[in-house]
């Protein structure tokens, strides 16, 4: 299972070593919103009450609303018609050719940044020679979660540097690795990316490989990494360009959620018929005069307690319900609540027995509370989409050319087709039709699903004629 922990302590360790500077103090609630994410914490596994050690297996069960959340933020703010451009014919013959794929293969990468409060984009260069050129370069992107990201430098706003640890292969081997991206004054501010490998049998312990190179100048002063958060103050650190999960507020909220579905659960496991039935009721193998609890199968069928003389009911039923309405009531409450807290505006998230769990499309053009905090979360993400292909495009050229372009624009495209306020867009056309700014037969067209011939015959407009004052 894959485990989020923060960056390991050899790798600070080292960093301070270099003389860097690590903060990574988001670690601990990285930690923890890690947690809900994956369901790990002890509301869900508490310890056994009969031992006290180990997992009780009979720990609470979860819809995982923390992770439901962040998969829906991510697919409402970049989804397969969101399009990375630019104005630049070079730049955007690049991008078509480069970034062609990347929202699709970054959709559960940006739902985990929403969910640890931050990831990392960073850049690479494959192609490179010895002397750190290559006429074939190529910039590949790589996504590092929280708790691989640990900043250097910051700017109050926005990291300078960063420090990232994984785990790679190179030349068929393991190895740990740990990247600081920088910019080195001694070559006038451009960008480099050192690389360290470590022996993952021998914590810390640094290894030397020819396949890396350990300096490479991007010969760029754009950033070689974008950091990408969700719209949300860090409340915790001061000066940290690491965010806060989308989720931080709403952890209570997510307790509320599953507690009701774990409810629901026993409610239907304890609420099942059962068949209590005397003694002079169960059948008695006649060779052995054994009673047959053969029917006592998943506990349906049970012996009473022997009573007082007199008081005897061979099959008495036990059925207590599994009350429907009043769980049904009390998740559609719950998730709800959840709803609120996580910036979608209430009944985004919603049970019931004909619809099933609604979600965005049901909902969305009529919710301004969510059209406003995803506006937000698309401001964030397209400030990292630009820096990250600014910098690529440039370190890219840096490597191949020599020389790298600063002036790199990049526009970020978002679907309004998923999200739009469809009462306020209704109400400002139909203004715009009263004050003859625009022509009826548009708002005919497009809100009564008539083809343009039909709308022009409907209102009563013809090609070239004036459009009249919009009215009864």
Same mark, same amino acid.
């Given at each position: 299972?894959?485990?989020?922990?923060?960056?390991?302590?050899?790798?600070?360790?080292?960093?301070?070593?270099?003389?860097?500077?690590?903060?990574?103090?988001?670690?601990?609630?990285?930690?923890?919103?890690?947690?809900?994410?994956?369901?790990?914490?002890?509301?869900?596994?508490?310890?056994?009450?009969?031992? !006290? =050690? *180990? @997992? $009780?297996?009979?720990?609470?069960?979860?819809?995982?609303? #923390?992770?439901? %959340? &962040?998969?829906?933020?991510?697919?409402?703010?970049?989804?397969?018609?969101?399009?990375?451009?630019?104005?630049?014919?070079?730049?955007?013959?690049?991008?078509?050719?480069?970034?062609?794929?990347?929202?699709?293969?970054?959709?559960?990468?940006?739902?985990?940044?929403?969910?640890?409060?931050?990831?990392?984009?960073?850049?690479?260069?494959?192609?490179?020679?010895?002397? !750190? =050129? *290559? @006429? $074939?370069?190529?910039?590949?992107?790589?996504?590092?979660? #929280?708790?691989? %990201? &640990?900043?250097?430098?910051?700017?109050?706003?926005?990291?300078?540097?960063?420090?990232?640890?994984?785990?790679?292969?190179?030349?068929?081997?393991?190895?740990?690795?740990?990247?600081?991206?920088?910019?080195?004054?001694?070559?006038?501010?451009?960008?480099?990316?050192?690389?360290?490998?470590?022996?993952?049998?021998?914590?810390?312990?640094?290894?030397?490989?020819?396949?890396?190179? *350990?300096?490479?100048?991007?010969?760029?002063?754009?950033?070689?990494? #974008?950091?990408?958060?969700?719209?949300?103050?860090?409340?915790?650190?001061?000066?940290?360009?690491?965010?806060?999960?989308?989720?931080?507020?709403?952890?209570?909220?997510?307790?509320?959620?599953?507690?009701?579905?774990?409810?629901?659960?026993?409610?239907?496991?304890?609420?099942?018929?059962?068949?209590?039935?005397?003694?002079?009721?169960?059948?008695?193998?006649?060779?052995?005069?054994?009673?047959?609890? *053969?029917s006592t199968i998943d506990q349906k069928l049970f012996k009473a307690v022997p009573g007082k003389v007199g008081q005897s009911s061979p099959l008495t039923m036990y059925d207590p319900g599994i009350r429907a309405d009043e769980s049904e009531t009390a998740m559609n409450d719950a998730l709800s609540m959840l709803s609120i807290k996580c910036g979608f505006g209430p009944n985004y998230f919603s049970f019931t027995r004909q619809g099933g769990l609604k979600t965005a499309r049901e909902v969305v053009s009529d919710n301004s509370v969510l059209y406003r905090n995803l506006r937000k979360h698309e401001g964030k993400v397209g400030e990292a989409l630009r820096r990250l292909f600014a910098g690529?495009?440039?370190?890219?050229?840096?490597?191949?050319?020599?020389?790298?372009?600063?002036?790199?624009?990049?526009?970020?495209?978002?679907?309004?087709?998923?999200?739009?306020?469809?009462?306020?867009?209704?109400?400002?056309?139909?203004?715009?039709?009263?004050?003859?700014?625009?022509?009826?037969?548009?708002?005919?067209?497009?809100?009564?699903?008539?083809?343009?011939?039909?709308?022009?015959?409907?209102?009563?407009?013809?090609?070239?004629?004036?459009?009249?004052?919009?009215?009864?």
């Amino acid at each position: 299972m894959k485990k989020v922990t923060g960056v390991p302590g050899w790798a600070t360790r080292f960093l301070k070593r270099k003389g860097y500077a690590p903060r990574n103090s988001m670690d601990a609630h990285i930690r923890a919103w890690w947690s809900w994410y994956q369901t790990t914490n002890g509301f869900y596994a508490a310890d056994r009450h009969d031992t !006290g =050690r *180990g @997992a $009780d297996p009979g720990g609470r069960l979860s819809i995982r609303p #923390a992770r439901a %959340v &962040c998969d829906e933020w991510a697919s409402l703010v970049m989804d397969e018609k969101t399009a990375i451009s630019s104005p630049q014919t070079e730049v955007n013959d690049w991008l078509a050719e480069r970034a062609d794929a990347f929202v699709s293969e970054q959709a559960d990468n940006l739902a985990l940044a929403f969910a640890l409060g931050s990831g990392c984009w960073a850049v690479g260069i494959e192609g490179v020679g010895e002397d !750190g =050129r *290559g @006429a $074939d370069a190529e910039a590949t992107i790589d996504f590092y979660d #929280a708790g691989k %990201v &640990c900043p250097l430098l910051t700017d109050g706003t926005e990291a300078v540097s960063v420090a990232l640890v994984s785990r790679c292969l190179v030349g068929g081997v393991t190895y740990d690795r740990v990247q600081v991206h920088e910019p080195v004054a001694e070559t006038g501010g451009t960008y480099h990316i050192r690389t360290w490998l470590f022996d993952p049998a021998r914590e810390g312990a640094e290894v030397v490989s020819d396949e890396v190179i *350990g300096d490479l100048d991007t010969r760029s002063a754009l950033p070689t990494f #974008a950091i990408v958060r969700p719209a949300i103050s860090n409340t915790y650190e001061e000066l940290c360009p690491l965010g806060v999960s989308v989720f931080d507020d709403a952890v209570d909220t997510i307790k509320l959620v599953d507690a009701t579905f774990d409810m629901m659960y026993w409610r239907c496991r304890l609420g099942l018929p059962r068949i209590i039935c005397e003694e002079s009721g169960i059948r008695v193998d006649p060779k052995t005069g054994r009673r047959d609890l *053969g029917s006592t199968i998943d506990q349906k069928l049970f012996k009473a307690v022997p009573g007082k003389v007199g008081q005897s009911s061979p099959l008495t039923m036990y059925d207590p319900g599994i009350r429907a309405d009043e769980s049904e009531t009390a998740m559609n409450d719950a998730l709800s609540m959840l709803s609120i807290k996580c910036g979608f505006g209430p009944n985004y998230f919603s049970f019931t027995r004909q619809g099933g769990l609604k979600t965005a499309r049901e909902v969305v053009s009529d919710n301004s509370v969510l059209y406003r905090n995803l506006r937000k979360h698309e401001g964030k993400v397209g400030e990292a989409l630009r820096r990250l292909f600014a910098g690529a495009y440039s370190a890219e050229a840096g490597v191949r050319l020599g020389a790298a372009p600063e002036g790199v624009e990049i526009d970020v495209t978002w679907d309004d087709s998923v999200v739009e306020d469809a009462d306020a867009e209704r109400e400002t056309m139909k203004d715009d039709v009263a004050r003859g700014l625009c022509p009826r037969w548009v708002y005919v067209a497009k809100y009564y699903g008539m083809s343009d011939e039909e709308a022009r015959a409907f209102t009563g407009e013809t090609l070239g004629a004036a459009p009249d004052d919009f009215g009864e």
